[in-house]
């Protein structure tokens, strides 16, 4: 690796460092259920709308893709939102950033074997709120103005380990197991108008456990045409308090198809669906919360030119369209992405940095939400 | 290489963007906020009806249990006031006040006079109130010359032959208009009769003088400047050409308040404060989860006194409760004073005391070991300084006893 490789990857850790630190906010739209959906997406797959998630090698979307690694490969990204909402009856709430590790992966051939490996590890659900209300309280026979402030400061990670190997030369298949963990800190405060009363103060660290498996597959009938499909099933997400479950919810089956078609050298459209079973965590949530199923359909076009040594950068274009598991009311919010990115080849292929620039849009259930995420990231060939 | 730069500028600025994150927003509620809620609650602990003292295996049948009256912490001449209660109230009270000896030459450290005495003019007494009944006027503060050798083992009747008007030598009006400040009156010296060359000390005690039941509270410690006692004298100039006057005070060597107590009826149950500053030790029977696993938010220990709260008519005085750190009986040590709360009294009232447990609960939720015992007292600056007192009532009583109001949160659980 080059020094100005190696400086930039350390710059690139830096900024990744630094953000894990501050109390942050994550989607309005996260604070029902488990929490706002994460996507297991490379930059380079982000920058495409997530359309090239079923075979991107270095997403965590199909196992089946890792089969690709023939190389060790290590990817870390890292980005930050900017984001305002507004919702019904309030005046629009802006300035909300956040910034998160959403992904990083490592893996490579098995030396010795027709077999790759990748861990990764990616945000399942984001848990990052901090709202503040105000309501009344009767308490000993006088009417008390309360105010309210719940802050959660976490997010459910999805551990992922895969295997896959190539069976014949157009076709690859792989399995992995995920762990969920995470945790997320609770601060829950009542203040009362009347002095007399202490605050409710309440600090919790809230643990997360659980497990799932997916399976995948990618075909290639020609070198114009991939075709990819993974199934993954999680089981039950648990969620304790000092080692005592205070509930679980049971996780979605998701099915992921793709179509990727490269007509030409150095323009490739990947388009990537997907339905998760959400709903099937309704018996689970409590009955003013509603779980939908739903539907994420990704696609994305990218364009690479041809420079020395094949360092030509490339432009990334694409867009998202998802529907959102939980909502208070009866309402299924949706989500809209356009995204955009490209990335450079450092140290004669042997690291690169990519990033990523998307405008999302979310609705629905009484709130409208809009924003930027940019995000960046670093993949290291050692 | 114009690109690398680029990115690395924006990867530095995406870093100092990170630290930047917004803390709270308002919520929409019910549409975006969590589904859990703050769920806080009001609660009277008085369930059980049983006899106060009893204690069983399980702790005490009360959630109140009184567990003894004490004495001995603080004493009347250790007091940082000293009470004067006149006639026409249920409980009578004199000041007996015992002054340091004045030197037999001007110990006053100006140099530019002759330390000889050439005569004593006058004597000065200065007393500060620091709390009394504004609504009675016409108030009159005697003084009366007792025994130099008084010391806290006179009570109220040894001193009352010292109470006559053989004895009076002097007697302050108190302006109607003062509340809190000192009075002062002015003697000749032959009016003392124990102020002579062999001794010059004096002893006084104080009475009151109204037409209707009236106290004055006298400071009696550094902070509440005690009584003074001024000496005007005299003296040539150093240089033995002018004869000029000059004065030098001194203080109480010993003071005291002693208390016709004989017609107060005694207490049914525990008395808290009095002449003696008695202190009540109280164990409450709060059930340990509401102590370990809820979080109360207000805890309040409501007693209803038994009688009108007997005292110095229209005084008032400030009650504390303060937990144990451990509890081994009267000399258990108190834990820090702001782990207490605080409730002021009026003596007559038969209104119910409300004190204030938050704090307590606070410390007893981070501290499991320790005892769920309260000491119930005058606050430190009142303890032992006047006749008022509060009596508990007879926790065998369903209808009066003292209870536990406790407001709490119960436990927070996400998606509940």
């Known amino acids: 690796m080059t020094m100005r490789a190696r400086s930039l990857g350390m710059l690139a850790l830096l900024t990744l460092c630094g953000s894990a630190v501050a109390r942050a906010q994550n989607s309005v739209y996260g604070i029902a259920g488990i929490g706002f959906p994460g996507e297991p997406l490379s930059e380079r797959a982000r920058a495409m709308g997530g359309g090239l998630g079923a075979f991107d090698l270095t997403s965590a979307v199909n196992p089946a893709a890792v089969g690709d690694l023939g190389k060790l490969v290590a990817a870390f990204s890292g980005g930050t939102t900017f984001r305002h909402y507004t919702a019904t009856g309030d005046s629009a709430i802006g300035g909300l950033r956040e910034t998160r590790f959403p992904y990083g992966m490592f893996g490579g051939p098995i030396p010795g074997t027709r077999v790759s490996f990748a861990l990764s590890f990616s945000t399942y659900a984001e848990r990052t709120y901090d709202v503040t209300a105000t309501g009344t309280q009767v308490l000993r026979g006088d009417t008390l103005k309360v105010t309210d402030r719940l802050g959660s400061d976490g997010a459910i990670t999805d551990l992922r380990g895969a295997l896959a190997f190539r069976p014949w030369s157009r076709v690859l298949v792989g399995a992995a197991v995920h762990m969920l963990g995470g945790s997320s800190r609770l601060d829950v405060r009542r203040v009362f108008s009347d002095s007399s009363y202490l605050p409710y103060v309440e600090q919790q660290h809230l643990v997360f456990s659980g497990y799932g498996v997916s399976g995948g597959v990618v075909l290639r009938p020609t070198r114009a045409i991939e075709l990819a499909g993974t199934a993954r099933l999680d089981g039950r997400l648990t969620s304790r308090i000092g080692g005592d479950s205070v509930g679980t919810a049971q996780l979605p089956v998701s099915l992921t198809g793709g179509l990727r078609l490269t007509p030409v050298q150095g323009l490739s459209w990947a388009t990537t669906a997907t339905h998760r079973s959400w709903s099937r965590a309704q018996a689970d949530l409590g009955p003013s919360t509603q779980a939908f199923d739903t539907w994420e359909v990704a696609s994305g076009l990218e364009l690479t030119g041809r420079g020395t040594r094949g360092t030509g950068i490339p432009v990334r274009l694409g867009v998202r369209y998802r529907q959102l598991p939980f909502s208070n009311v009866g309402t299924q919010p949706t989500e809209t992405v356009l995204a955009g990115g490209s990335g450079i080849v450092l140290a004669s292929g042997r690291a690169a940095l990519d990033f990523a620039v998307e405008r999302f849009r979310r609705s629905g259930g009484g709130a409208e939400e809009q924003g930027w995420h940019f995000s960046a990231g670093v993949t290291v060939i050692p | ?416």
């Open chain 2, 1 to 416: 290489m114009n690109a690398v730069r680029w990115m690395a500028f924006a990867a530095a600025g995406a870093a100092a963007l990170a630290c930047q994150d917004v803390v709270s927003v308002p919520g929409s509620c019910p549409e975006f906020c969590p589904e859990s809620a703050i769920d806080v609650r009001d609660t009277l602990l008085s369930t059980v009806l049983a006899s106060s003292i009893v204690p069983t295996d399980t702790g005490y049948l009360n959630s109140v249990a009184p567990q003894g009256s004490y004495t001995g912490y603080v004493l009347p001449h250790e007091a940082a006031q000293m009470q004067v209660v006149g006639p026409g109230s249920p409980v009578q009270a004199r000041a007996l006040m015992v002054f340091f000896r004045f030197a037999g030459n001007y110990v006053g450290g100006d140099t530019s006079v002759k330390d000889t005495i050439l005569q004593t003019d006058s004597l000065r007494f200065t007393f500060n109130i620091v709390r009394r009944n504004a609504n009675v006027t016409g108030v009159a503060l005697a003084l009366h010359e007792i025994p130099l050798d008084t010391d806290s083992s006179r009570t109220f009747a040894d001193m009352d032959p010292y109470f006559q008007d053989s004895t009076l030598v002097a007697t302050v009006q108190v302006p109607d208009t003062l509340v809190q400040g000192p009075v002062s009156v002015t003697l000749l010296p032959g009016a003392l009769r124990h102020f002579v060359d062999d001794t010059l000390r004096s002893a006084i005690g104080l009475r009151i003088i109204s037409t209707g039941p009236a106290f004055v509270s006298l400071g009696a410690d550094t902070l509440n400047q005690p009584a003074r006692m001024t000496r005007f004298v005299q003296l040539d100039s150093s240089t033995g050409t002018t004869r000029v006057t000059r004065s030098e005070s001194e203080v109480l060597s010993f003071k005291t308040f002693v208390a016709d107590t004989a017609s107060v009826p005694a207490p049914a149950s525990l008395r808290v404060g009095g002449t003696s500053g008695a202190r009540v030790f109280i164990k409450l029977n709060v059930p340990t989860q509401l102590v370990d696993s809820m979080v109360v938010v207000r805890a309040s220990l409501l007693i209803p006194p038994p009688a009108p709260v007997p005292g110095a008519p229209g005084d008032t005085f400030s009650l504390r409760v303060l937990p144990l750190g451990t509890d081994f009986g009267p000399k258990s040590p108190l834990a820090d004073s702001t782990y207490g709360g605080y409730a002021k009294v009026a003596v007559g009232s038969a209104d119910t005391v409300v004190l204030d447990l938050t704090r307590a609960f606070l410390l007893w939720r981070s501290n499991a070991v320790m005892p769920h015992t309260v000491m119930l007292g005058m606050v430190r600056s009142e303890e032992a300084g006047s006749v008022d007192a509060f009596d508990l009532p007879d926790q065998g009583s369903p209808a009066n006893r003292a209870i536990l109001r406790i407001t709490y949160g119960m436990p927070f659980r996400p998606g509940r």
